[in-house]
Structure formats: C-alpha cells, structure tokens
Nanobody
Framework: QVQPVESGGGLVQAGGSLRLSCAAS????????MGWFRQAPGKEREFVAS??????????VYADSVKGRFTVSGDNAKKTVYLQMNSLKPEDTAVYYC????????WGQGTQVTVSS
C-alpha cells in the first residue's frame, strides 16, 4: 500500500513557476506508475503527466496542454515524484492530485495551484 501526499501548491502570477512534490510512503516508486492529475472548478479531473520506471530508465507521458512547460521526475531514494511547472497560465489553476497505480489505485488529497493573470 502507498499513501501519496502532495505539497508545493500556491499562488503564482502568469508566466511563473511552481514545483509540486508527491511523497509516497510504502514500497519503492518503481513499483508504481505515478501520475499527476488536476481538477479545475466545475470541470472533470484530467490527466497532466505520468512517470514509470522501465529497466534503468523512466518513461514519461504528458497531456498536450502542458507539453514543453511541465516536467515530471522522480527520486526513488526519497520516494518522491515532482512536477516542475513553468510558464504557468491562468488556465492551469486547479487542485493537483498525485496518483499511484500498482495493484490498486491510490490518490493523494490534492494541493491547490492558483495562477493569477
């Protein structure tokens, strides 16, 4: 079992940057596919990015809306996944959630990101 805990959200101006962290207790990160999702007010939760470990490397996937601006990475020693968000836009405003998928699916509580124009 794993319990993701997000941190790093906050208020930032458009064009700014934030780095979200997802600390995952339990087994090593390589046992899971780790993903970031977000949910804006009145909208459905949507996929942002994911990372999984394959052999000695990682495989990352991004939503088209964040490609070139967001970067997902992981530190197995710290059992932490990061989401570096650059060139933030007001439409990136949402609650960001971390998800771990192994034999089961585990969600964090979310962290608020607000981008002002």
């Amino acid at each position: 079992q794993v319990q993701p805990v997000e941190s790093g959200g906050g208020l930032v101006q458009a064009g700014g940057s934030l780095r979200l962290s997802c600390a995952a207790s339990g087994r090593t990160l390589s046992s899971y596919t780790m993903g970031w999702f977000r949910q804006a007010p009145g909208k459905e939760r949507e996929f942002v990015a994911s990372i999984r470990w394959s052999g000695g490397s990682t495989v990352t996937v991004y939503a088209d809306s964040v490609k070139g601006r967001f970067t997902v990475s992981g530190d197995n020693a710290k059992k932490t996944v990061y989401l570096q968000m650059n060139s933030l836009k007001p439409e990136d405003t949402a609650v960001y959630y971390c998800r771990a998928v192994g034999r089961s699916v585990y969600w964090g509580q979310g962290t608020q990101v607000t981008v002002s124009s």
